[in-house]
């Protein structure tokens, strides 16, 4: 995070990050941040195959879909068909229809709440997994009047469709999503949103917080300001006390990190520029995450003086991603790194981590079972 210029400048990051990102500007860096990544390893010999961590994922803001839409999403290693019904509510379910195996996703219809196949019109209901419906055919057969189909539990908040994963889909959402009161409140901007494909796994894009060794080589920091780290049951934080430079001097300013579940994160700045951040992480694949970030802030401050500033902090922010984009995506994830006495809490964090793993359907418990640390 950025405070008092040439302390924590992150405008002249070394060596590393410097040579990928210098030349980049304006819509070269917009679409560097999404471009795919050619002739990398597998995730095998990257380490990363490690399953998915469970939670609410943000996978899609509520506009993606409106009602009588059919689209197909990817995510979590798994082809997906989403659909909003007549009554509003989002469904998604696996994408694969039972009979001969066409992809919903693609062309199929909404048929009152239900999703009708685009081959041959056989219609699912979307919280039940089963078929509802075939209109040519005088019985529906047994096996798809039960649930044949996974289907996924789905919310909508702060503006976002979440999707419960859980390797296990007999687990039901062991939390709530957290609200944001930002959200909708008339005072606050909309999001102003930024995209990144980073190919790495969101295990390791989370343990960036407590790598404090980075900061400095990476981000052009040259002290790093001591966090308050806070652990919870299934979601953790850290305030971070930072002292501000602006035009006026130097300001007092709070960032404080939160999680909820591995897939829900947002960050508050108080001090020189309010801000939230809503972050959306969600694995494309273990290797494939991807991420936005949506900025909002107090309407008085963007449109008034202090817009300058608060726009700069929204760049730094966007910056550090990009900086951290470039080791990881092609770095490997070590299960068993060497650690010196100047890293941050990485064992810890791992430890802790480990929490959001499960083995699928029926081998093992919902509790992190299998310690990546
Ligand atoms: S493949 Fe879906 S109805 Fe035939
Ligand atoms: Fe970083």
Redesign the pocket.
């Known amino acids: 995070m950025s405070n008092t210029p040439g302390v924590t400048d992150a405008r002249t990051p070394p060596v590393a990050v410097w040579q990928v990102l210098e030349k980049l500007r304006g819509q070269d860096l917009v679409d560097w941040r999404v471009a795919p990544l050619e002739g990398r390893p597998s995730p095998a010999e990257r380490g990363m195959e490690i399953g998915f961590p469970f939670g609410w994922y943000a996978v899609e803001q509520t506009d993606f879909i409106a009602v009588g839409q059919v689209k197909p999403l990817r995510y979590f290693s798994k082809d997906l068909a989403i659909w909003r019904g007549e009554d509003g509510k989002v469904r998604v379910t696996d994408a694969w ?1 039972k ?4 992809h ?1 996703g693609h062309g199929g219809k909404v048929s009152g709440n239900l999703l009708e ?6 219609r699912y209901d979307g919280e039940e997994g089963v078929v509802k419906d075939i209109p040519y055919a005088k019985a529906i057969p047994p096996q798809v009047k039960r649930k044949c189909l996974r289907t996924w539990p789905v919310t909508e908040a702060n503006g976002w469709i979440w999707v419960w994963y859980h390797p296990d889909q007999n687990v039901a959402p062991m939390w709530d999503v957290v609200v944001h009161e930002e959200y909708g409140d008339p005072e606050w901007t909309e999001y102003d949103m930024h995209e990144w494909i980073v190919y790495g796994s969101i295990q390791n894009m989370a343990e960036n917080g407590v790598d404090v060794a980075h900061f400095k080589y990476i981000h052009g920091t040259a002290d790093v300001p001591q966090a308050e780290l806070r652990w919870g049951d299934w979601g953790r934080g850290a305030d971070v006390k930072a002292q501000m430079g602006t035009p006026s001097g130097i300001v007092d300013g709070l960032i404080s990190y939160d999680t909820m579940g591995a897939g829900q994160s947002w960050v508050r700045f108080r001090g020189i520029s309010e801000t939230l951040l809503v972050a959306s992480l969600v694995p494309i694949e273990e290797d494939v995450l991807r991420v936005r970030y949506g900025f909002m802030q107090p309407k008085s401050q963007a449109n008034g003086p202090g817009a300058g500033l608060a726009k700069a902090l929204i760049r730094d922010i966007c910056k550090q991603l990009d900086q951290d984009k470039v080791i990881w995506d092609r770095m490997r994830f070590e299960a068993n790194p060497i650690i010196c006495d100047g890293d941050g809490p990485i064992p810890q964090f791992r430890q802790w981590y480990s929490r959001y793993y499960a083995k699928p359907d029926g081998e093992g418990g919902n509790q992190g079972l299998r310690a990546v640390g």
């Open positions: 229809c009979h001969l195996g066409a919903m196949c685009p081959f041959h019109a056989w």
